[in-house]
């Protein structure tokens, strides 16, 4: 199973161009985008406990550090870059909504990868999606509130409807009844994946007949800000004096967006050009960090490092 999962840019991409050459199908799934991320917030929630929410407070400097870099880098670098490249009012508000999501739950498997601190990408991911609720609308606000109408009540309430209840739902679920699911635990990554490999070719086939003129300007945006963000967590983690595991860590978390909400945030509230970055963000950053990951992770072995816990 983990092996399929490990797979989630060839599925992505198989059925992006699927979607791309066949687009009515997939299209006529448009009203199935939220109660799919509403199953990887569910997901997510599974694989947490109680302990998880109490345990953010046992290291909340780092926590807060790492939220702080996130909400305030990702959604300015999103900002810059689409002025930077002249993008469409559609797309631009597609960056900022990608730049003011929490940290995806990617973020914690490439995290092992990349021989980080998966406990704190645990924390980070948990604390940085309880932020949201309130940042994501306030941050899209601020930063498009001159190019497109913000509905900041409406998206609050979807917000609270996508996640939190989700979450919420899956952690009492788990918390609960944590022997009887060990085994049906596992299927959940997996399932996680398929919704977002689904959400993906949705939006293309949304926006196949757009893709032409806006798919490489977008491409080309989407890999700067997540390239920027990877950057900037670790770089300023590191001007910190935080090690590089933590730093690792951090780099990831603020790189590797919850895209999929910035997506069905976009269609619903916005237009489906808008929900593009998110779709191809999904893509790319689980590209780069896979990659990013590889390279520490040899980077270590060839130094005789070993994992931090």
């Known amino acids: 199973m983990q092996r399929l999962i490990n797979l989630f840019p060839l599925w992505a991409v198989t059925l992006a161009l699927l979607a791309y050459v066949r687009p009515q199908p997939f299209a006529e799934l448009k009203d199935g985008i939220i109660p799919l991320l509403a199953m990887v917030m569910f997901s997510m929630g599974m694989t947490l406990s109680w302990r998880d ?178 950057a900037c967590g670790y770089w300023l983690a590191r001007l910190l004096n935080y090690d590089r595991h933590i730093a690792r860590t951090v780099a990831i978390e603020v790189g590797m967006q919850n895209s999929g909400l910035s997506v069905a945030l976009a269609v619903q509230y916005f237009s489906a050009l808008a929900a593009l970055p998110g779709a191809l963000f999904s893509i790319w950053h689980n590209v780069s960090g896979s990659m990013l990951a590889y390279y520490w992770r040899y980077k270590d072995k060839n130094n005789g490092h070993s994992r931090p816990y």
């Open 53 to 230: 929410f109490a345990a953010v407070l046992t290291r909340p400097l780092i926590i807060v550090i790492a939220a702080s870099i996130q909400f305030g880098c990702m959604p300015l670098f999103a900002w810059l870059i689409s002025h930077a490249l002249a993008l469409p009012p559609e797309l631009m508000t597609g960056m900022v909504l990608v730049g003011a999501s929490a940290g995806g739950t990617a973020s914690n498997v490439v995290c092992y990868l990349a021989n980080g601190n998966v406990a704190l990408s645990v924390l980070m991911t948990t604390f940085s999606t309880l932020c949201a609720l309130i940042m994501m609308p306030l941050l899209s606000w601020l930063y498009l509130n001159q190019v497109v109408t913000v509905p900041v009540v409406d998206m609050l309430r979807s917000i609270l409807l996508i996640v939190l209840l989700p979450v919420l739902s899956g952690t009492l679920i788990n918390s609960f009844f944590d022997r009887r699911l060990s085994r049906m635990r596992k299927i959940f990554p997996l399932l996680s994946s398929l919704s977002i490999v689904v959400v993906i070719a949705i939006i293309i086939g949304l926006n196949q007949h757009q893709l032409s003129g806006v798919a490489l300007p977008a491409l080309a945006a989407v890999c700067l800000h997540n390239l920027s963000g990877l």
